[in-house]
T-cell receptor, first 112, second 115 residues
């Protein structure tokens, strides 16, 4: 079945460091790919998404490119801030399905 | 943007009692809502898909008689945890799909603690 694998955390970085959180997926067909973020004490929020190969999703300085050849959707940010501290979930949604398959989440700590 | 609310945000109950959690789409109609469960430091696990006016579709391994789902209207779905036990303690999250986008909007979650 479909699945999402993302790097385990926690990831701890200093402010202004470069961030990469790896995510790979297994799916039949051409899924849509998502990154969700969960800030402390809050619900999930959609951070960015990409619906077809080579699409780049971007939001709040974060970017991720849909790479079909490597079945990856790595999340990147050039300069992180303390306010980026949260749990990040990579997820996919199949072409004809509404339900979303999540990775286990990666906790990110940004130190001032 | 689209907003999904949940009520209550947290609940503590005694073992053996039932707890109802509400999920509402506040400014859009959602024909489909989803219920997830989140274990500490783990991912969301989809429990069931709730369709307005029909029976919910449960994921494998989820007890339908224990987790009763009702989707009575286009803006409200409820999850009832029946005869709750301490192992049911968890964070329950709902989401609703907007009919105009392919995005799901998530509620803030409900933390259930069963004593």
């Amino acid at each position: 079945g479909d699945s999402v694998t993302q790097m385990e955390g926690p990831v701890t970085l200093s402010e202004e460091a470069f961030l990469t959180i790896n995510c790979t997926y297994t799916a039949t067909g051409y899924p849509s790919l998502f990154w969700y973020v969960q800030y402390p004490g809050e619900g999930l929020q959609l951070l960015l998404k990409a619906t077809k190969a080579d699409d780049k999703g971007s939001n709040k300085g974060f970017e991720a490119t849909y790479r079909k050849e490597t079945t990856s959707f790595h999340l990147e940010k050039g300069s992180v801030q303390v306010s980026d501290s949260a749990v990040y979930f990579c997820a996919l949604s199949g072409l004809y399905e509404d339900k979303i398959i999540f990775g286990k989440g990666t906790r990110l700590h940004i130190l001032p | 943007g689209a907003v999904v609310s949940q009520h209550p945000s947290w609940v503590i109950c005694k073992s053996g009692t039932s707890v109802k959690i509400e999920c509402r789409s506040l400014d859009f109609q959602a024909t489909t809502m989803f219920w997830y469960r989140q274990f500490p430091k783990q991912s969301l696990m989809l429990m069931a898909t709730s369709n307005e006016g029909s029976k919910a579709t449960y994921e494998q391994g989820v007890e339908k008689d224990k987790f009763l789902i009702n989707h009575a209207s286009l803006t409200l779905s409820t999850l009832t945890v029946t005869s709750a036990h301490p192992e049911d303690s968890s964070f329950y999250i709902c989401s609703a799909g907007s009919p105009f986008t392919d995005t799901q909007y998530f509620g803030p979650g409900t933390r259930l603690t069963v004593l």
